[in-house]
């Protein structure tokens, strides 16, 4: 993970999402700096064949400034 932020991270915000219910990748990307959004990211694509949706989360790591 520490490679990949270091590729990405430099001059751009990394922005992901995690299923709501996940707690342990929840906190382990707020150890890496990532904090959650509170946007709603519900779209179809996300459900279960049932038709429950998938709830998720919307997570953030803001650029670092590059001199």
Same mark, same amino acid.
């Given at each position: 993970m520490q490679k990949?932020?270091?590729w990405l991270e430099a001059g751009q915000?990394?922005?992901l999402k995690v299923v709501s219910y996940n707690s342990l990748a929840i906190e382990f990307y707020k150890k890496m %700096?990532?904090?959650e959004t509170g946007k709603d990211v519900s779209y $179809? %694509?996300?459900q279960l064949p049932s038709g429950i949706e998938i709830? $998720?989360?919307e997570m953030i790591k803001k650029a670092t400034?590059?001199?």
């Amino acid at each position: 993970m520490q490679k990949a932020l270091g590729w990405l991270e430099a001059g751009q915000d990394i922005i992901l999402k995690v299923v709501s219910y996940n707690s342990l990748a929840i906190e382990f990307y707020k150890k890496m %700096g990532f904090k959650e959004t509170g946007k709603d990211v519900s779209y $179809r %694509g996300t459900q279960l064949p049932s038709g429950i949706e998938i709830p $998720r989360i919307e997570m953030i790591k803001k650029a670092t400034l590059v001199k």
